[in-house]
């Protein structure tokens, strides 16, 4: 799928000391607007804008998916693009490490990155996905999903792309199967994560 430029950072549990935070950055940038201040102002609003964005990533990060049974789950973390958190794009990702075994999957969502339209291209055309080596189509309830399988790597990819602009996707190393990553896909709640990545 490809790095998105970014540093990685532990998601918070960003709460209301933050939002008091972010409404004295807005009056106190609003201040400085009024009396024409306007490099000071600037300043105040962008650091309001990614303290909240700081709270939806937060939000975001609860549609993640519990560990499947049998299998450990990372503290979700996010990257932000160089464009902006989410002007332009955010990965947020979470690491699955199996319990008794050597099995891991990451499991990464992408909204807004200019990178998604090229994936988008693959998913709108059923011959081009059909083309893909040890690739097929599989259900996520109503939605339609590729998955990539590597037996002789034990490798498995499941990507699902939302409206066009969300990409949601598990890649697993050291599997017996595609199974659990498909599953760890079809458990993310995607009602929620519409919700949250909403415009």
Known sequence: MGALLGTGFLMSAAGPALADEIQEQIELGLELYQAQDYGAAITELEFAINDMRKLLSDRIADTFPAAPAGWTAAVVESQSGAGGMFGGGTMLQR?????????????SLVVDSPMIQGIAVLFNNPAMMAAQP?????????????????PNRSQAEATLLLDGRIMMQVKGRNLESSDVAVELLRNWDLRAVREETAR
């Open 95 to 107: 690491t699955y490490t199996q319990d008794d075994g050597n099995g891991q999957l990451e499991a």
């Open 134 to 150: 040890n690739t097929e189509r599989v259900r996520i309830g109503r939605e339609s999903a590729m998955l990539k399988w590597e």
